[in-house]
């Protein structure tokens, strides 16, 4: 049990730390999002460099060959940073389906993806499907040797840049049925994306695919996609407890400096209180993001769901007390777009809806016997 | 990061569970997951069973007996006796007098106390917070002073938990009123037996007999009953409080309750269905599991962090222990008796004559009002949860 870094990991960590140092102040960000992708194109030209886009891939494939604790350590940083780029729709999730592709795909794309040529994107959310991964009314049909795809997909993240999206579509089955649901991917000059701002300030779209072409790449993909999305949430866990320690320092030092009543208003005990069950908050999300790695990593489906629902509950709970009192406490200031505390909250929301909130993941894993076995 | 236990430590933790399956008397584990306290003859016949073993001191150097165990083990063996369920090795003698006097005793304390604190021939008490000092201990007022070769004490104590079993007492005592506060308190050590010694039941809100208040009278102990040096008992208690980092999170022994709470819930009929089946009972039992097994990974962070620095600043996750491992302890105790519904209210023993005799109420359900009553201590006693929160501010937050 060590729950320290390695000197590899703490070198990537810094490495990615002092690349956002330099390139993601408040303004500078602030030009990003006013730009037109939405984000830095310098900058992802510099993720390509210091090799985050490689990191999870094989070697062999063209990648770095690092693991889900590496990805999750930058996930930490692009938290910090509030960072826009299509880091996570290409490397986390597209990445994911990436990794378990064929061994033709990977090779084609890894290195393309690595030296920041290939952006990826998950089209998987639909009008009815909510929070509902195996919900897929998009259909899949063969046709010749190959297979199309016809359907929509919303809150595609970074799908208005995406040049390749990995796609979930039924080619057998009910619209709520398990089986039946594969993974594919599709091209995106084969797809129409009509991309939109999100409240946090990042970048998503609307994906139609008209009987677009497509490869398949899991026939009974419902359990790729589950293992692919148990990595993403423990990434969000660890972007999560990123945004939550900048939001909760930036508090704590606006405490210290905002006089109110002829003293600094951190005197005040109930504001201090407050303070201290910000971190008692965020001590536990720390935790979970910590059990996060393991459970993705568990060889038992089950056990991965239930640990991933977990994951969310606690991330998703503390997320919303730190982001809500962090603006409580600073008052007025926090509430203006010009601050960034929050910009942080915000961030931390959306980072609770992605692949369900809190809500929903109770509700799952009460409904999957929680975690403790009774005896 | 490796956040697995290792072979060796899963070897233990099997070799800890088999030991406690062949070696815990069956009637002091059904005492336990029937939610009752361990009576007094049930904690020292099974901390004698532990002793022989070489396991009843853990927290203790090889040389007073200690078993040598790294942290992880010493969590492994806490969290096993937890889930057992059995009872723990005295917290008074084994966790908080024990160590103050290795620390800061003679060598003739050491032989003296420190054989018969382990193997529980004496049953020590603690004689710290006093009506006029709660949360600010260090207010405290029972006088010591010096007479010849003998300490005079003379003032109250109070919720002295399980005074009544008692052969000893440590104490804090004003030696020095002239001083500022924290320095004018010495460690002393008295029997329970002497003259002047009046211990009077405190009956808790559930009707249970756990507290007492102790009234000291002209008592006279030897001066060799000083633990450290005079008017320095405040770093003895400092010492002390400090040393209990783990154990109030009781991350085992909340696994148990829950474990409980599941099969009771699935006996439990509600709505003419087993109360397991309902879905705000599933979500509000699993908010709890889900908020126990984050104390757990944070329980393990600071273990690691013990285990490679031990000199390491204190990290911050160790003030999540006690608030986080109270409000799960109480939650559940909440949902105990809430699952019981109607039955919960049966006071006294299923057993006990007259009481219960149509099987109405389920046996499981005797106590767990009870012990949602008695368990609002959690959060009050070890520092308050505010006193906690207190903590953090200063120490961790720096406000």
Do not use: C, H
């Given at each position: 049990m060590d729950f320290d870094l390695t000197e590899d990991q703490s070198l990537l960590a810094d490495s990615v730390r002092k690349m956002f140092a330099d390139g993601y102040g408040f303004e500078q960000r602030k030009a990003y999002i006013k730009s037109a992708e939405g984000w830095s194109t310098a900058m992802w030209a510099q993720y390509a460099e210091l090799g985050l886009l490689g990191l999870p891939f094989a070697e062999e494939d063209g990648g770095f060959g690092g693991g889900l604790t590496d990805t999750c350590l930058i996930a930490e940083q692009m938290g910090k940073a509030l960072a826009l780029e299509p880091w996570f729709s290409t490397v986390v999730l597209g990445g994911g389906f990436l990794r378990r592709a064929s061994a033709e795909l990977r090779r084609e794309l890894v290195p393309q993806v690595a030296a920041g040529e290939c952006k990826l994107a998950f089209a998987q959310v639909e009008r009815q499907s909510r929070y509902d991964l195996f919900d897929v009314a998009t259909t899949a049909k063969r046709e010749g040797g190959g297979w199309v795809i016809t359907g929509r997909k919303g809150m595609v993240l970074h799908g208005d840049s995406a040049d390749r999206f990995f796609v979930t579509a039924r080619h057998a089955g009910g619209q709520r049925d398990h089986g039946g649901i594969g993974v594919f991917m599709v091209e995106a000059k084969h797809a129409t994306a009509r991309g939109f701002r999100t409240v946090d300030g990042g970048r998503a779209a609307e994906v139609e695919f008209d009987k677009a072409h497509a490869i398949l790449v899991a026939e009974d993909g419902l359990p790729m996609v589950e293992a692919v999305v148990a990595e993403a949430i423990a990434a969000l866990a660890f972007e999560a407890v990123g945004c939550m320690d900048i939001a909760h320092a930036m508090t704590l030092d606006y405490m210290k400096t905002r006089q109110q009543f002829g003293k600094p208003i951190s005197s005040f005990q109930a504001l201090q209180h407050r303070a201290a069950d910000m971190l008692v908050a965020l001590e536990q999300a720390r935790s979970m993001s910590f059990f996060a790695v393991q459970a993705a990593a568990d060889s038992d489906a089950d056990e991965r769901r239930r640990g991933a629902s977990a994951v969310k509950v606690q991330i998703g709970r503390s997320a919303r007390l730190v982001g809500q009192q962090s603006i409580q406490l600073h008052g007025g200031i926090a509430m203006t777009m010009e601050y960034a505390c929050g910009h942080y909250f915000k961030r931390l929301t959306m980072n609770d809806s992605l692949f369900g909130d809190a809500d929903h993941h109770i509700k799952a894993l009460a409904d999957d016997g929680g975690l403790v076995k009774a005896a | 990061m490796d956040l697995n236990f290792s072979a060796e430590e899963i070897a233990f933790r099997h070799e800890v569970r088999a030991f406690i399956d062949a070696s815990l008397p069956a009637a002091t584990r059904a005492w336990l997951v029937a939610g009752k306290s361990p009576t007094k003859a049930m904690v020292v016949e099974w901390q004698k069973i532990l002793n022989a073993k070489g396991w009843a001191v853990p927290e203790w150097p090889v040389q007073w007996g200690g078993p040598g165990w790294s942290a992880a083990q010493k969590y492994i063996f806490r969290e096993e006796l937890q889930m057992a369920p059995a009872p723990s090795p005295l917290g008074f003698n084994v966790n908080m007098c024990g160590p103050v006097i290795i620390a800061f005793g003679t060598e003739a304390q050491k032989q003296r106390f420190l054989p018969r604190m382990a193997n529980l021939d004496d049953w020590w008490c603690q004689g710290f917070s006093e009506p006029g000092a709660g949360s600010d201990l260090a207010g405290l007022k029972c006088r010591a002073v010096r007479d010849g070769n003998e300490w005079v004490i003379n003032g109250q104590k109070t919720w002295t938990t399980l005074a009544q079993h008692a052969d000893w007492i440590f104490l804090l005592c004003r030696t020095n009123p002239e001083a500022k506060k924290q320095e004018g308190i010495s460690f002393i050590l008295c029997p329970m037996n002497l003259p002047g010694i009046t211990v009077r039941p405190i009956i808790t809100i559930e009707g249970g007999h756990e507290v007492n208040e102790v009234f000291f009278d002209d008592v006279r102990v030897p001066v060799e009953n000083l633990v450290g040096e005079e008017n320095k008992g405040w770093d003895c208690a400092k010492y002390l409080l400090g040393n209990e980092r783990f154990g109030q999170a009781r991350v085992g022994a909340s696994r148990e309750r829950i474990r409980r709470l599941k099969i009771i819930a699935?006996?439990?009929?509600?709505?003419?269905?087993?109360?397991?089946?309902?879905?705000?009972?599933?979500?509000?039992?699993?908010?709890?599991?889900?908020?126990?097994?984050?104390?757990?990974?944070?329980?393990?962070?600071?273990?690691?962090?013990?285990?490679?620095?031990?000199?390491?600043?204190?990290?911050?996750?160790?003030?999540?222990?006690?608030?986080?491992?109270?409000?799960?302890?109480?939650?559940?105790?909440?949902?105990?008796?809430?699952?019981?519904?109607?039955?919960?209210?049966?006071?006294?023993d299923p057993d006990e004559e007259g009481s219960n005799e149509w099987d109405l109420a389920p046996d499981w359900a005797f106590g767990l009002a009870g012990t949602y009553f008695n368990w609002r201590k959690q959060s009050i006693y070890g520092g308050s949860n505010e006193i906690q929160r207190n903590i953090m501010a200063k120490a961790f937050l720096g406000l």
């Open positions: - | 699935r006996e439990s009929m509600d709505g003419g269905r087993p109360l397991i089946e309902d879905p705000d009972f599933r979500r509000q039992m699993t908010e709890i599991e889900v908020e126990l097994k984050a104390l757990e990974m944070t329980v393990m962070r600071v273990i690691a962090q013990d285990m490679k620095r031990a000199d390491s600043k204190p990290n911050p996750a160790t003030s999540v222990l006690k608030i986080k491992g109270t409000e799960i302890q109480q939650g559940v105790s909440e949902m105990l008796m809430k699952a019981a519904g109607p039955y919960a209210w049966v006071d006294g």
